[in-house]
Structures are given as structure tokens and as C-alpha cells.
């Protein structure tokens, strides 16, 4: 989990840092071939998910092939130029002295390539790769992740919203007994029932929809690792209780080794690897051969050895080199050009966070208590006769409107905290288990 101190946070109690207890919800659930156990799960938390999406994405299989290819082009550049062996035999089938093969010479002798620094080279090349591939998985593996605390975080979202629209149908089933009261004492008149009962269908209503939301949220969840049906009941953890967080200028530190950045170092690294290549391929390969010859003549063998060098010009690689300098000076500057847009972005997140923090607590410590008073004073007030039903409705929704306001403040604050972590690299932010 990130730890900020924000300069406006203040000291909470348990009764203002978590909500009401979210619904369980009765959602159909058929077993799972790869999760099946003897019984569904109670809940679910957002580490374990993110650990079945980093685990069986199918996105994330292709980086297994990539490793396997690149370790057989490693094992490829390791094979050197093969050994050459030549037999040839002189002063055969010709005239006078040299009729038959009585002087014939003959001779067998071995040629081989010293290459081993081009190898060597190589090798070094191909293996470097397999750090690119290693950090493109990195990445993926935190975007997925991402994506999975988002609709993790949405659905606990959706959930808290539930519990919040369960409490609005019962105040507003109690508000309906009350008003039957006055209705039947002829202390209101019927149109305030009628109204009320409308209110109600509404809440229900709405409370239809978040169900349905929620069940499209948890197949979304679930696909992440590659399931059509949750093998759990809920979610557990809560955006209502209080999240910590590292300062900005910790976080700056983070994103210089976040693995975006240190991709185009990587690769900067692998285009020198290959200057350095294309440098010593630039040098003539030396040619050994070592050999016996014998001669036919008066049956004596002779030893033989030689060095070729080929002949060849100092800049043959001149323009293979200069191409790879422009790559390198063109990949620093899209690090540049990254580096400047992701610290712009880390520090516009930072705002969005400390904005949405501030949302939180206004509307948690001030705006909610508030409307609550407000409320409880128009009930009472409207059941003396002294308010309309319009006033004690426009106050019920007020307040409702506050709550559902917090819990998508609440959300705001953890998905602007995944962003900055997937942005730097962080471990994404875990939730606080419910116990």
C-alpha cells in the first residue's frame, strides 16, 4: 500500500472510517473447472485477484513463447563458423614421370575461423534481449493488474452503493408508515401517501439497477483471469476506511526506475551491444589450417600450416554503425520526451488525489453530518404539520445524493492511487480487509 501524508488529513474514528456493512448479494454462481473447490468461497480479496490475473491472463502466455524463441537465437549465435577439412593430392595422372600416381603428393589438412570475440558478442546480444521481453511482461503484468483493482474497486464501489440504496427503501418505508398515520388521524392529506409510495418505487427501482451493475462488474472481474462466473460470494475489503500514501517528491524518486523508463535504457543498452558487434565484425577473420602431407615418392609426411587473412577496408561497417548511433540519440530522446510527459502526469494525479481526498473528508465530516441534523429537524417539524412533504423529500435526497457522492469520492481516491502505481511501477495499493 502507498503512504502519503497529506497535509490536510486528520485523525479518524472507527465510526467515520468505515461504512455500513455491504450486502451480500445473491449472484448465480456455477463452479469454475479451475478454481472448483467443495463449496463457494465466502469472498475474495483484491491481492488474490490480481494474483489469478497475473497468473492465467492469456495475454501474459505469448511472453513464454517470446522466451523460448529468444533462447534459441541465443543458442544460434552461439555456433561458430564450421570446421573445414580439405584433401587434395598433386602430380597424379599426368606424363612422362608423373604417369600413375607413384609421385603423387597428398595432403589433409584441417581450417578453422577464429571468431570466438564475434561469438562471444553474439551471445552477449542475443541474451540482453531477453531483458526486453522480461520488462515488456512487467508491464503488462501491472496494466492488467490495474485493470483488475479497477473493476475490483468498482464493484466494492457498487456494492457500498447497494447497502446505501437498502437504507434509503427502509427510511423511506418507515416515512410511508408515518404518513399512513397522519393520513388516517386526516392530519395530511392522500396526495403526501400517493408521493411517498412513488419515492419508494424509485428506490427500488434503482436498487434493480445496482444489482444488475454489479453482476456485469463481477464478470468483468472474473474474465480477468479468464472465468465466466465468480467462485465467491462478495468482495472483501473497503474504500471507506482511510488509505495512507508516500509524498510526491518519493514518488518522483519511484517513476526514474518505473519499468517504462528503464525499457528505453535497456534498449539503448542492446543498440551499443550492437555497435560493439558490428565494430569487431568490422576486423578481418583470421583463417588457421593445420594438415599432413605425404609423399608417394618415398613414403615421408611432411607437416603443414597456414594463416589466411583476408584483405578488407577499416570502415566496412562505417554506415551499419553510424544507422545505430541515430538509433541510440533517437531512443534517448523518447526517454527524454517519456520521462517529461510521466512526471507532468504523476504530478497532475497527485492534484486529482489530493482533490479527491479533500471531496472525501468535506463531504464525510461536514456535508453528511450536517444533512443528517437537517433530516432529523424536518421530520420531526413535518410530522407536526409546520413542513410539506416536498421539504422532508428534497432533504431525504439531499442526503442520499451526499452518500452515494462520498462513495464515488472514496473510489476516485484508490483509482487515482492505481494510476500513480501503475505510472511508477508501485505494487498496487491493497485493500483492508474486512474481518
Known sequence: MLFINLPFAKKRTTATLVLSVITLLSLPLMPIPSFAEDRIADSINLSTAIQRTTEYHPYLHKYQHQFDAQKGREIQASVSIPLEVEVSVEDI???????GIDNAESSLSIRWVLDDNIINQKVSLE??????????????????AAQTAHYFLKTLALQDKLAISDQAVKQQQDT?????????????????????????????????????EIKSSMRRLVAQWGERYPDFKTLNGSIAIEPRFITLPELEQKLATSPSLKRFMVLKSITQEKV????VQSKPLWRVSAGVKRYELSGDYGLTAGVTIPIMQANRNQGLIAALR????????????????????????????????HVKEALQERIIPSLNKALEETTRVYLQGKYSFMELTSVQRDL??????????????YMTMIE?????????TRLEERT
Open 326 to 357: 541515430a538509433e541510440q540519440n533517437q531512443q534517448q530522446s523518447e526517454f527524454n520526451a517519456l520521462q517529461q510527459s510521466a512526471e507532468t502526469q504523476l504530478f497532475v494525479l497527485y492534484q486529482e488525489l489530493l482533490h479527491a481526498q
Open 176 to 212: 410511508i408508515v408515518q404518513i399512513q398515520k397522519r393520513v388516517d388521524a386526516g392530519k395530511t392529506s392522500i396526495s403526501d401517501l400517493l408521493r411517498a409510495q412513488a419515492e419508494l418505487e424509485k428506490e427500488l427501482l434503482q436498487q434493480e439497477d445496482l444489482l444488475h
Open 93 to 99: 595422372l599426368g606424363t612422362g614421370d608423373l604417369t
Open 127 to 144: 541474451s540482453s534481449k531477453k531483458d526486453i521481453i522480461e520488462l515488456e511482461q512487467q508491464i503488462a503484468k501491472i496494466n492488467l
Open 400 to 413: 442520499l445524493k451526499a452518500k452515494i457522492e462520498l462513495i464515488d469520492a472514496n473510489l476516485m481516491v
Open 276 to 279: 560493439d558487434l558490428a565494430q
Open 420 to 428: 500513480i502505481e501503475k505510472l511508477t511501477g508501485l505494487q498496487l
